[in-house]
């Protein structure tokens, strides 16, 4: 397994990147090339990639304020197939992994924008730091999930680049003062085919 980088794919769900999706952003479908070749990559390449899905039950409040979106055991909550992986590792809400090594997919489910309030993402991490890989975090949205993945991830130390070709907001117009703050953080800025050079 390439422990040099651990992908890091947030939120790409059907509800978020399919343009029929409850809650789809819009221009979305234009990452769509490029969240496909980042996923073939990391599967060509043995990358072990921690993807996060947003989780919610129609019975429970939504702790964010949008409208119903990525219910569980519906297609919305599932990747497309730009970003599937069969057989991947799911880390449910609240719960801890349920297993010791390093898989090469893992599902983490969560509730709020920020990965890192699943009371075990941060040990999840910590696992995969081993080898002090550069965590390289793709997906939606730019201004909201993975803004929180961002910040978390530089706040505990950790080297992380954003492939500013694989992501998007929800805010377009922002983008430029989103990417801005994630530098200002310590991540650095890279393109899918940097990344895909090795
Ligand atoms: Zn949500």
């Not at 880390?91 to 489910?109: D, E, I, Q, R, S």
């Amino acid at each position: 397994m390439n422990h040099r980088f651990v992908f890091v794919d947030i939120d790409t769900q059907r509800d978020f990147i399919d343009p029929t999706g409850s809650l789809a952003i819009a221009g979305v479908e234009e990452i769509h090339p490029n969240l496909r070749r980042l996923t073939q990559f990391a599967r060509e390449h043995g990358i072990p990639v921690i993807a996060t899905s947003c989780a919610h039950q129609l019975d429970e409040e939504d702790p964010e304020p949008f409208p119903p979106h990525c219910l569980l055991g519906t297609p919305g909550h599932d990747r497309p197939e730009v970003t599937a992986w069969p057989g991947s590792q799911i880390v449910p809400l609240g719960k801890p992994p349920a297993f010791k090594n390093v898989p090469p997919h893992v599902t983490l489910h969560k509730k709020h924008y920020d990965l890192f309030t699943h009371p075990f993402a941060s040990d999840l991490f910590h696992r995969y730091a081993a080898s002090d890989p550069i965590f390289v975090v793709y997906g939606v949205a730019t201004d909201y999930c993975v803004k929180a993945a961002v910040l978390g991830l530089c706040q505990r130390g950790y080297r992380c680049q954003v492939v500013v070709d694989a992501v998007r907001g929800i805010h377009q117009e922002n983008e430029t003062a989103v990417l801005q703050e994630f530098v200002d953080h310590g991540a650095t800025l890279t393109l899918t085919d940097k990344v895909c050079q090795g």
